[in-house]
Every structure is written in C-alpha cells, then in structure tokens.
C-alpha cells in the first residue's frame, strides 16, 4: 500500500529542502503519490470532495511542510478546516473516514533542534507545538504518529546538510 504524502509550501518553486524530499520520493512512485496542495488549487479554492475521496484510498498518509512561525503554512490549517467535516472525518456514525489510517508530520525547520527542548531558548518542544494536530486526528480516531523533523536549515543550508536529511527522512517513511 503506497503512501500519500500532502505536501504544504507555498512557494516550492524557491525551496531547498522540501523540494529535494519531494525530487527522492518522485523516484519510487510505487511506494509514494505526492499531492502538492499548492500546484493542485493555486487559487486556494480547496475541491473538498476529491480532497475526501483522495484521502480515503490510503492507509497511510504523511503531511509534509516548512515549519513557518512555529506552526504549519496556513493553506494546511485551511485543508483541515474544510477538509475533516462533519459526517466524513468525525460526528455520525458513517463518518470517521480517517479512522485508523496511520498519518504523520514531516516538517523542514529552520532553528537548531537543541532550541526547540524545555531548557532551550524557545521552551517547547516540537511535539508540544504540534499538539493541536495531535489532538485533532486523535479527535477523528486516525493512529497518528510520532513526527519527523530536520533542523537547522536557517543556519547551514549547505548541500551537505540537505542532503544529510535524504536518508533521515527515507528511514522514517520506512518504518512508517
Ligand atoms: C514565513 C516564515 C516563517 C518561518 N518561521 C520559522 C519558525 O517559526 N521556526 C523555525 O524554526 N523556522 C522558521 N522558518 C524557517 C523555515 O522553516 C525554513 O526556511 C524551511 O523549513 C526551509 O524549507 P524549504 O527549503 O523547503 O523552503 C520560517 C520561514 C519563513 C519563510
């Protein structure tokens, strides 16, 4: 059973990292469909019924974005709201269309992970700031999973560091 990786970036054509993640999985297309929401609706206007029935055909899906402002590109955040109605992701007994499937955040960060813990300089972790997510597909009865993050590429956007997290990020969709 492939996996569906919905990619969130508002501007991929002028990313570094999340461009790359997408350029290694579009190399094993019998392991990975990527749906990149901004090049599928570039008006913002969401088709929420394909958006539904793309969803429903995986076990497995993966949201993939650039950590901005310590939370997610707001089109995201805009997908949930439209996206997880009433009667599909939640609230009758014909609903909870997610239940089950196995779903996790994939997120390029730009501050060093050593930041982002309790004793750090931003107090949180990125489990805690993605809380919100957490609660809202255990809400709707998905097996969310524990996130992938690669740090650091505001202060080393080297080819090196890049390609650094190809693997990292290969490994984690392999046990996922
Ligand atoms: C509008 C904006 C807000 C950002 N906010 C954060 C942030 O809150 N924390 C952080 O660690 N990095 C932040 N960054 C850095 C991005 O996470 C980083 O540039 C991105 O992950 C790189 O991915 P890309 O090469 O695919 O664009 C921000 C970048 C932008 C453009």
Known sequence: MKTLVIVIHPDIRNSIINKRWIEELNKSPEKYDIHLLHEVYPNGKIDVSAEQKLVEQYSKIIFQFPLYWFNCPPFLKKWLDEVLTYGWAYGSKSGYKLSGKKIALAMSVGIDEN?????????????????PFELTFTYVKADYQPLFAYYGIELNSSREWIERSVPLYKNFLKSF
Do not use: M, R, V
């Not at 930041?115 to 809380?131: F, M």
């Open 115 to 131: 930041e982002y813990t309790q004793t750090g300089k931003y107090n949180y972790t990125l489990e805690q700031l993605t809380a």
